[in-house]
């Protein structure tokens, strides 16, 4: 029972040092020019992709006031009629979705190229 011993706790909160008490090297910087242009265009390719999601969500989500006052509803009844419902409850959700997909799609192949080197651009 006391002859167990009990591994000291240590707390990390960076690179390990060198025993000598010195600070660890920095890495070098890279070599290859075109290593600081493909974070840039991985950038520019992420920011490209969530503006055309946020454009796709955006306009026909901003539109839905616009058909619903389009839309002829009965004066006196207060029931609402059933193209509402479905414009509102059903019609969304599945264009959500495609187009969460798309996203989640595009984001890692623009990932999988920048990490491949490759420069080409995707449609």
Do not use: C, F, K
Not at 71 to 88: N, Y
Request: charged letters at 15%; aromatic letters at 4%.
């Amino acid at each position: 029972m006391g002859a167990e011993s009990v591994p000291r706790r240590e707390v990390v909160t960076g690179r390990p040092r060198p025993a000598d008490g010195a600070p660890a090297p920095r890495p070098a910087p890279p070599s290859h020019p075109q290593s600081e242009v493909l974070p840039e265009q991985l950038i520019r390719r992420q920011l490209t992709a969530a503006l055309v999601t946020t454009a796709l969500l955006a306009i026909p989500l901003g539109l839905l006031p616009v058909l619903l006052r389009i839309l002829p509803l009965t004066g006196a009844a207060p029931r609402v009629p059933l193209a509402v419902w479905l414009v509102l409850g059903v019609a969304p959700y599945p264009a959500l979705l495609a187009i969460g997909a798309w996203y989640v799609r595009r984001a890692e192949r623009n990932e999988t190229d920048a990490a491949a080197g490759a420069p080409a651009e995707h449609p």
